[in-house]
């Protein structure tokens, strides 16, 4: 966190906050429209230049002078100190910048934009971790986990020789910061700061009021800036006045734990930063009236993500956890909820403080009530908004886990009745329906499963079939007979002429608009083409593994090999989504045997290829990416089609000049065909929706921008039965 000139800037995991408290207003800057890369990791300022310096966890660093962001990646880049890029602390002086990263310090001169310079300080000339350096009158100092080094300001930084330890400090310092004469240290070990003004080194006058772990101390404006997880104190140089004495526990609203701070001089703001609920604007007054406000960007509170839902009006965001053996997590961050792009943050005391919320739906006969499941407390109701109870043994007939009360709801799946389906892992009965009557019913499958196995995702199909997935042990079949009740039951798993899985490790299902299901594991996917043969006698129901033979010798290579694909999902014009573990997202074809995209960190803005789960929208197309960095979003093409046209529209409508970006046409029935002409009828494009939505790029076939004026969008479906048309006013 810096402020400098009534602007503050604040470092997250995936971005920067820029808060104008004059203008009330936040600017966010990120690898999506700015930055060039995520996991930031700590900020510096440069007065000379009025320049913020972006360090990141990987050595990368961009410079922002208020307009344009200049990169810097000589540290990430260099072959040399492989693992140990991270920055830590950036210090400036003058024309320079001195780049503490976990190998040693990178002098890098601001005014030319070059590494000058290399320190590699630890003993013998080894590498070693600088947290934070400073610069006295005659001296430089920097902190490591072997203790404070301290070298003469002339003295060649560069060798090893140039530095030694202050040994009386012992070892694990954290911090050091200086303000003029005054050297200030926090000793990790003895959770104590101490200071040295050219007399030696003594107990700072601080000590008795704060203790704590610091989880920052730095120095800024004159003052030195103390943070642990309950509270941030600027002090006066000589650290016996108190400037700024902030206390979580005298707030009116909870505060997660404190991580840094800064203060402006000019207006006796004191600006503190949080660990999940952003950042606090707090000003004294005078010795007794205070005030603070919570300061939070339009975004979740954190970056974890178990599971998004959306129900066509909203995203739910479940940051709830289970292990990897499907055991409770213990995960207490609540949930997030974006609707017309504002995200609103619940927090678990709305609910009772239940924990680990993995999945949600939304009660089809009403939008306004929707459930989430607990992996540990059974099902959470609400209406509007509210919390109404928890389903669970105590008050319905579902089963709990042997020998407790404990209740580890999965996932959720609605029937064309209204019921909503649900995994109950563990138990006798890990099957359930929650009926549109508000009753409960439990299944066993048999022998199939048993109180020892965890289960957790579902799906309903449009056979009638609900699936789930066992933890290792691959998936269950269930046929849903015409009165709701479960009636044949199936185990599916890797032997050949019983489902032929890639792996018995089945890690994400689903089916496509063609009643084919596609099923991923952690060794790549492959494509059930008949569910319905699963209960027929003596029919085949393998999955088959999708091979591409170009040149038609048998040794063709698998589809997406052997990823592991966390998550399948399919748009409205049956094109596939895949969610891997280490290489991003892979969009396709219907069969899955071409390949549209594929995004990673090195060509999109995805802050991580990990990615976790892929929801859709499918009213607007947009594609919402969950990795273990947080979540991306990305327009797609593909929308759900509708049976006759509705509400056939085109945005933007009208097209301003220099907007450059596609012209979406709504509300068609699936794959209708569209011809765009002029107002004299000449057809200028023609094209197929993506499920209800087509593309126009506002260009002709030859690639030309068309000219200014009103074209008519003439959309019709296979046999004509259904058309419609749409103007769309162009201004070049």
Not at 270 to 278: D, E, R
Not at 347 to 360: A, L, M, T
Not at 555 to 578: A, H, M, P, Q, Y
Not at 683 to 706: D, P
Request: negative net charge.
């Amino acid at each position: 966190m810096v402020e400098r000139d009534k602007i503050l800037y604040c470092a997250t995991d995936q971005g920067l906050f820029i808060y104008d408290h004059e203008e009330q207003n936040i600017e966010r800057l990120s690898k999506v429209n700015a930055l060039s890369d995520v996991s930031l990791s700590c900020l510096g300022w440069s007065e000379q230049y009025k320049t913020l310096l972006i360090g990141y966890e990987n050595g990368n660093m961009d410079l922002y002078d208020g307009g344009d962001i200049e990169n810097m990646q000589d540290i990430k880049a260099s072959p040399s100190y492989t693992g140990l890029k991270q920055i830590n602390h950036i210090e400036t002086e003058g024309k320079y910048a001195y780049i503490c990263t976990n190998f040693g310090i990178v002098q890098y001169d601001l005014q030319r934009g070059i590494v000058e310079e290399t320190f590699v300080i630890g003993p013998n000339g080894v590498t070693l971790a600088v947290n934070q350096m400073a610069f006295s009158n005659d001296s430089v100092f920097a902190a490591t986990e072997l203790g404070l080094f301290a070298a003469n300001r002339n003295a060649p930084l560069l060798t090893f020789e140039s530095w030694s330890p202050i040994t009386s400090l012992g070892t694990d310092i954290s911090y050091v910061c200086a303000i003029e004469d005054r050297v200030f240290v926090y000793q990790d070990n003895n959770d104590e700061i101490l200071y040295n003004d050219g007399q030696g080194w003594s107990p700072s006058l601080l000590n008795p009021i704060f203790k704590g772990d610091l989880n920052d101390m730095r120095s800024d404006k004159g003052y030195l800036l103390i943070s642990n997880s309950f509270g941030s104190q600027a002090l006066e140089k000589d650290g016996s006045s108190l400037v700024q004495n902030f206390q979580s526990a005298a707030q009116s609203f909870d505060i997660p734990p404190l991580t840094c701070s800064a203060i402006s001089t000019d207006n006796g703001f004191y600006w503190v930063g949080t660990s999940g609920i952003g950042m606090i604007a707090w000003i004294k007054f005078d010795g007794i009236n205070s005030y603070s406000e919570q300061i939070l960007p339009n975004s979740p509170t954190r970056k974890f993500v178990t599971k998004m839902y959306h129900d066509d009006k909203r995203l739910f965001v479940a940051p709830g956890g289970y292990t990897d053996v499907w055991s409770p997590a213990f995960v207490d961050f609540g949930y997030y909820e974006l609707r017309d792009y504002t995200w609103k943050n619940h927090v678990s005391s709305e609910y009772n403080e239940y924990q680990d919320i993995i999945d949600f739906i939304t009660d089809p006969e009403d939008e306004t009530h929707y459930y989430a499941s607990s992996y540990g407390n059974g099902i959470l109701e609400f209406k509007n908004g509210q919390f109404i109870k928890l389903l669970n043994s105590q008050n319905s007939n579902m089963t709990p886990m042997a020998g407790g009360t404990e209740q580890r709801i999965g996932g959720f799946a609605a029937d064309e009745e209204g019921g909503i389906w649900f995994s109950n892992s563990q138990t006798e009965r890990p099957l359930g329906v929650l009926r549109q009557d508000g009753s409960i019913e439990m299944f066993s499958l048999g022998s199939l499963t048993s109180s020892s196995d965890a289960i957790k995702n579902i799906i309903y199909t449009s056979e009638g079939q609900v699936w789930l997935q066992v933890r290792n042990g691959g998936v269950v079949v269930a046929q849903i007979n015409e009165d709701g009740l479960v009636g044949d039951r199936k185990a599916l798993g890797k032997e050949e002429g019983f489902g032929n899985l890639p792996s018995e490790t089945v890690l994400s299902f689903a089916e496509d608009l063609d009643g084919e299901i596609w099923l991923g594991t952690n060794e790549g996917m492959a494509v059930l083409y008949s569910p319905q043969n699963i209960f027929e006698v003596e029919r085949n129901y393998d999955f088959q593994i999708i091979v591409i033979d170009e040149d038609g010798d048998g040794n063709g290579e698998r589809v997406l090999g052997t990823e592991i694909i966390n998550d399948i999902e399919v748009d409205g014009s049956n094109k596939k989504w895949f969610a891997t573990a280490s290489s991003g997202v892979f969009y396709t074809s219907e069969n899955g045997k071409e390949q549209i995209y594929n995004f990673t960190i090195d060509n999109s803005p995805l802050p991580s290829n990990n990615i976790l789960d892929i929801e859709i929208d499918d009213i607007t197309g947009m594609v919402y990416f969950a990795t273990d960095q947080g979540i991306v979003s990305f327009q797609g093409g593909a929308t759900q089609g509708v049976e006759n046209h509705v509400d056939v529209f085109a945005y933007p409508n009208p097209v301003e000049p220099g907007y450059d970006g596609p012209i979406l046409i709504r509300g068609l029935v699936t794959n209708a065909q569209v011809k765009i002409t002029d107002i004299e009828g000449n057809i200028v494009f023609e094209t197929i929706a993506e499920g209800g939505q087509a593309l126009w790029s506002g260009r002709s076939f030859s690639g030309q921008r068309v000219k200014s004026g009103v074209y008519l969008a003439y959309i019709t479906n296979d046999d004509g039965s259904a058309t419609a048309v749409t103007k769309i006013m162009i201004i070049n």
